[in-house]
């Protein structure tokens, strides 16, 4: 990787808060109140918006390992697409599970579960989103959901956004991350202009109604596509290691 790529890579990984690895929603639309009510917030002890996250159990939300750099999220709400709304369901974290390869985001594994201080009544409101079994396809058709920025330093928004993106190539993804992690997709930012911007780690890039992967990193503070693809973590890759975290209900 050339000087100015390590340079990228080294500030995108130190970034946090709302510079964070990952993004919010580009050229998107305002998801409907009655759709994806698996998506969690996940915020500091001052009720600010950190990450985004996803409900697959009812006491465990899926989300980016990077996300809890220095312990600063505090707890998760649920079953709510307006950040202004207090009619959200709260709970605090539990335990975090970080998976045990995590160094950073830029050398992959960048997955934690979070178990909730009491578990979640399914309903109206909260639902469950189902885990794939299987990879993605190339030019696969999916969508990615979030809270916050709609362009490279612009105001973050308080309802959920959703954008649809297509799955890119890996060799194609290589090209221009040079040092791309195993276990990863790589979907939006890429010949188009839609995709992830800062501040939305954590979220699920959904395909057939499945998470098949997580919000991992972009191009360092710049959402100005087409540029770089996004890339996610695959989920595929790490179902034993999930599957045994909610059989146990630990880690």
């Known amino acids: 990787m050339h000087a100015l790529h ?61 996300c809890d750099i220095k312990m600063i999220l505090a707890k998760v709400i649920l079953g709510t697409h307006s950040l202004k709304e207090a009619n959200g369901i709260k709970r605090s974290i539990a335990k975090r599970c970080k998976h045990p390869s995590y160094v950073d985001a830029g050398k992959g594994h960048d997955i934690m579960l979070l178990k909730l201080s009491g578990e979640v009544s399914l309903g109206k409101r909260v639902q469950l989103i189902e885990l794939p079994r299987y990879g993605t396809e190339e030019n696969q058709k999916c969508e990615v959901a979030g809270w916050g920025l ?20 890996r060799r194609v993804c290589k090209r221009k991350w040079r040092r791309l992690p195993d276990n990863v997709i790589c979907a939006g930012g890429y010949n188009t202009t839609k995709g992830i911007c800062q501040g939305d780690s954590g979220g699920p890039l959904v395909c057939n109604g499945k998470a098949v992967g997580i919000v991992s990193f972009n191009h360092i503070r710049n959402c100005n596509y087409p540029d770089y693809p996004n890339v996610y973590t695959d989920i595929s890759k790490y179902l034993p290691w999930i599957d045994n975290i909610l059989q146990q209900k630990n880690c």
């Open 6 to 66: 390590k340079l990228l890579l080294f500030h995108l990984l130190t970034s946090l808060g709302r510079d964070a690895l990952g993004g919010k929603i580009i050229n998107g639309k305002k998801a409907p109140e009655n759709s994806m009510l698996y998506m969690a917030s996940l915020q500091n002890s001052r009720g600010q918006h950190v990450c985004g996250g996803f409900l697959i159990s009812e006491d465990f939300v899926l989300t980016a390992a990077h």
């Open 150 to 169: 709609n362009k490279t330093r612009g105001t973050s928004v308080n309802d959920l956004r959703v954008v649809d993106v297509s799955i890119i190539n």
